[in-house]
């Protein structure tokens, strides 16, 4: 158990929708990164914060953002989802901005059908 | 081209084999390798971390980046059934971003 928790776990939904996933840190960690994985494409980043603040962004789409909260917490939005927004999504999180160690969470499997 | 190429498999390997999973990249600004271990329906799990070239071991697992071919390794020697999983291997040139190999999935027959 990496200590980084998401939810929810398993998220089934049509296409037009909007979604929203959770990330809890792990305690004393800072940072909290955002992927995308699929089978095609693998482990793709999508965004990073820091404290609350934007620290660097990926290959998100203009449909998805983010947010960390004053807790550390962070969600991420999907709009107007399409088929191929299916796929995992991962939460890592560090204790700094810059980091070489992230640990992840268990994912949410978002189901666009 | 995609910055980091990895073989995506499958594996299969007798237990008590030593598997040998490789990753090539193209840009030479990374300068941190690191291996991921991901069971079916987790997250990935830090294995291995390595900064610049050489080799790093830990217990049965050893780390190798050779930097001048642009090409990264990780062997498991005395594999065991636990190690079935897909592998992935990263990288990054000291920035927040990460770039991921698809992975190469593994299956270790008892």
């Known amino acids: 158990d990496s200590g980084v928790t998401q939810t929810p776990k398993h998220l089934i939904t049509a296409t037009g929708q909007r979604v929203t996933l959770r990330c809890s840190p792990r305690?004393?960690?800072?940072?909290v990164y955002w992927y995308q994985q699929s089978l095609d494409q693998g482990l793709q980043f999508l965004i990073q914060?820091?404290?609350?603040?934007?620290?660097a962004k990926g290959n998100i789409l203009e449909r998805f953002s983010a947010q960390q909260f004053p807790d550390l917490h962070s969600e991420l939005n999907l709009s107007s989802l399409e088929l191929g927004d299916s796929a995992l999504y991962f939460c890592?999180?560090?204790?700094?901005?810059?980091?070489?160690?992230?640990?992840f969470g268990p994912g949410t499997r978002l189901t666009v059908l | 081209q995609k910055e980091v190429e990895q073989d995506p498999g499958p594996l299969s390997v007798p237990e008590g084999a030593i598997v040998s999973l490789n990753c090539t990249y193209s840009?030479?600004?990374?300068?941190?390798f690191m291996w991921y271990r991901q069971y079916s329906r987790k997250g990935p799990e830090l294995l291995m971390y390595?900064?610049?070239?050489g080799n790093k071991e830990d217990g049965r697992f050893t780390a190798q980046v050779d930097k001048s071919s642009k090409y990264i390794s990780l062997f498991i020697r005395d594999s065991q059934p636990s190690d079935s999983a897909t592998y992935l291997c990263?990288?990054?040139?000291?920035?927040?971003?990460?770039?991921f190999g698809t992975g190469t999935s593994l299956t270790v027959i008892p």
């Open positions: 914060y820091y404290n609350g603040e934007e620290r």
């Open positions: 890592a999180s560090s204790v700094v901005a810059r980091s070489d160690t992230q640990y």
């Open positions: 840009n030479s600004a990374f300068q941190y």
């Open positions: 305690s004393g960690d800072l940072s």
């Open positions: 990263a990288m990054s040139a000291g920035g927040n971003q990460f770039y």
């Open positions: 390595t900064y610049s070239s």
